[in-house]
């Protein structure tokens, strides 16, 4: 990584994170030098979510270092797609997922892909339970859900015009 901007992310750098993160931004061309959004975020986080970061930070040995922390570079991910998984484990109460929203597939698609990658079971079952919900998979369910919609219309109306 050398030669390479990091860029903190806003609010995903910790004064107090043991690790930092470092994911590649697409370069416009080849000429300039490698941009990388930094997170510095604490390895017992990591580690009580996902076995492979247990594993790669346990085994890691001392290499590159930024802001006197150690760096993991995290080849291959997208830095929106791991600020998103960071967001759900730092602040699950913010990152809701609005019910019936056509968008939920696309937009959890590349949270679940990297939950699945570094293990993360707990936060992929329920991001796919929540993808779940929202489509029926039988004529029961998808009557039983339209069915609850106009409640649910009705309630957000009542919540708009208070």
Known sequence: MEN???????RLYFVDGDVVLAVKQPQLDQESQPQ???FRVHKAVLRLH???FAHMLS???PGQSYDEAPLVEMAGDDASA???????LYFPLEMD????NPDTPITVAP???LATKYLMETLRSHLIKKVVADWPRTLEEWNRQEAEIPRYEGRSRI????
Request: hydrophobic residues 45%.
């Open 4 to 10: 390479a901007t990091i860029e903190r992310h806003s």
């Open 36 to 38: 990388y959004q930094g």
């Open 50 to 52: 996902s076995p492979i």
């Open 59 to 61: 085994d890691a040995t």
């Open 82 to 88: 791991v600020a998103s998984l960071l967001m759900w």
């Open 97 to 100: 997922i609005e019910r019936w």
């Open 111 to 113: 949270i679940v892909r």
């Open 159 to 162: 919540e708009h015009d208070a």
